[in-house]
């Protein structure tokens, strides 16, 4: 993810994931970044069964800045993620038990 401030608002972009939101401050965009994502997934997962609509990486000119900026800068960069879902065990299996006669 690359958070940015351009002096009035933050703005977070994934890259791994093509989302993005802004916020007034770098707690408020992190946590409206995870939130939102987060969302977006239960929502696919509700609506799709699935999440294979989220799973794009974010444009080429994004992983550029990204890269530029870091070695550029030679910022230190880290990664961490952590996301949980409830999954219906009939969408992970398609299991359909019948009942014996």
């Given at each position: ?59 080429a000119q994004v992983w550029a800045e990204f890269f530029?900026d870091t070695l550029q800068d030679k910022f ?26």
């Open positions: 993810m690359i958070v940015k401030n351009d002096g009035e608002r933050w703005s977070a972009q994934g890259l791994e994931i093509d989302y993005a939101v802004d916020g007034g401050s770098f707690e408020d965009v992190t946590n409206e970044f995870a939130h939102g994502l987060a969302l977006t997934i239960d929502e696919n997962l509700r609506v799709f069964g699935h999440i294979r609509n989220v799973l794009k990486v974010a444009p530029e230190e960069v880290t990664h961490s993620q952590l996301s949980i879902h409830r999954i219906p065990i009939a969408l992970l299996f398609q299991v359909y038990l019948e009942k014996a006669a």
